[in-house]
């Protein structure tokens, strides 16, 4: 299957940013300060004023989304890939700022959220991409830095085959000021069995 390119403003955003605008191929975009995506687990509050710019996800391809990790500087500053059926059911796969450190991770929400997240510090600088197929009643969620392997982070259950959308996305739940500069968003081949790695470009 031939990669597809999604243009940037072929995309809905759900909550639109404070900015977001082109430079050469990039898209430069500026998280409002208190967005987030979060469903009541352990917090109990409901928040969905994250910035996902959306397009229909077809179950048969694969999307992609990449980021340049550069100026993450606060706590939970985010970015990544959103995969989206509605307010109470969706995935975010990226990296954030937890401890002070870049990690690695997924929030899978059904209802309620829950959250996975391994440190991933010598990714700092680099372009990250995140990538997420459907096989059966499940997304595999992969990720990699640079030209590397990919690494395989999640498997979620996700069986809504109808009105789901996907895209990048990025929150700065505790400052104002986070600029992401997204790099690439693309249509592939899906995975084609769990512990065959995908193929990839590299970004540079």
Known sequence: MKKRIIAWEDGTWSTPPVA????GDALIVTAEERSDYWERTLYGFRHDTGHALLVPWDPAEAVEVTFLLEGFTGLYDQAGLMVWHGPQQWIKAGVEISDGVPSLGAVVTDGYSDWSLSPVPEWA??????????????????????G?????????????????????FTCAPTRAGLDVTFVRWLMTAPDEELHTQPPHDVIV
Do not use: E, K
């Open 20 to 23: 977001a605008h082109r430079h």
């Open 125 to 146: 600088g680099q372009p990250v991409t995140m990538r997420a197929s459907r096989l059966s009643d499940g997304v595999i969620l992969r990720a990699r830095a640079g």
């Open 148 to 168: 590397g392997s990919w690494r395989t982070i999640r498997v979620a259950r996700f069986a809504h085959n109808d009105a789901v959308h996907a895209g990048p």
